[in-house]
T-cell receptor
Framework: DQQVKQNSPSLSVQEGRISILNCDYTNSMFDYFLWYKKYPAEGPTFLISISSIKDKNEDGRFTVFLNKSAKHLSLHIVPSQPGDSAVYFCAASATSTNAGKSTFGDGTTLTVKP | NAGVTQTPKFQVLKTGQSMTLQCAQDMNHEYMSWYRQDPGMGLRLIHYSVGAGITDQGEVPNGYNVSRSTTEDFPLRLLSAAPSQTSVYFC????????????FGSGTRLTVV
């Protein structure tokens, strides 16, 4: 049973437009949600996180939205740039009940076309 | 530079051989984890640690052992390599694995023949 799902394997957008990456989860005990970016032949890099007590967190061009009732989160990138082309993973942690474990989705490959 | 250092970067093993993947961090992070990534898949948790002397199993622990004798080091041992263990292995550390997220190493690409 996959607890964190990214249903879109790939997304292609034009430079300057908005990229929206989606993630669904099933475990209601998750209290932190995170997004990572990964370039080929490198380790993932932490982008942004959100606590379950919030519904939005912004950091520059990146905004994460959390809808707890729908068990859904999304990452918005505005404006998208060619350098944003990478694989994006969402992850979730239940820090109060399962400290030390983060569960990852399968990733979405974002391509930003110039 | 501060971060997570993994060695080696590449390794080819024969079936049945054993080896240890090294991981060290210099950020004084309590939380450390080992993940594997197979083609087209996400990161699957092998083992993790919430501090020196404390380790636990993740989703896919079979065939692997870990130990955490110091805060800095978290080696992953393959007991008897199998072709199914061909993968890219990532070590990661975190201050709190919640808000601050993980810092990942650059990975070890392992091929078992």
């Amino acid at each position: 049973d996959q607890q964190v799902k990214q249903n879109s394997p790939s997304l292609s957008v034009q430079e300057g437009r908005i990229s929206i990456l989606n993630c669904d989860y099933t475990n209601s005990m998750f209290d932190y949600f995170l997004w990572y970016k990964k370039y080929p032949a490198e380790g993932p890099t932490f982008l942004i996180s959100i606590s379950s007590i919030k519904d939005k967190n912004e950091d520059g061009r990146f905004t994460v939205f959390l809808n707890k009732s729908a068990k859904h989160l999304s990452l918005h990138i505005v404006p998208s740039q060619p350098g944003d082309s990478a694989v994006y993973f969402c992850a979730a942690s239940a820090t109060s009940t399962n400290a030390g474990k983060s569960t990852f989705g399968d990733g979405t490959t974002l391509t930003v076309k110039p | 530079n501060a971060g997570v250092t993994q060695t080696p970067k590449f390794q080819v093993l024969k079936t049945g051989q054993s080896m240890t993947l090294q991981c060290a961090q210099d950020m004084n992070h309590e939380y450390m984890s080992w993940y594997r990534q197979d083609p087209g898949m996400g990161l699957r948790l092998i083992h993790y640690s919430v501090g020196a002397g404390i380790t636990d199993q993740g989703e896919v622990p079979n065939g692997y052992n870990v130990s955490r004798s110091t805060t800095e080091d978290f080696p992953l041992r393959l007991l008897s390599a199998a072709p199914s263990q061909t993968s890219v292995y990532f070590c990661a550390s975190s201050l709190d694995q919640g808000y601050y997220g993980y810092t990942f190493g650059s990975g070890t690409r392992l091929t078992v023949v």
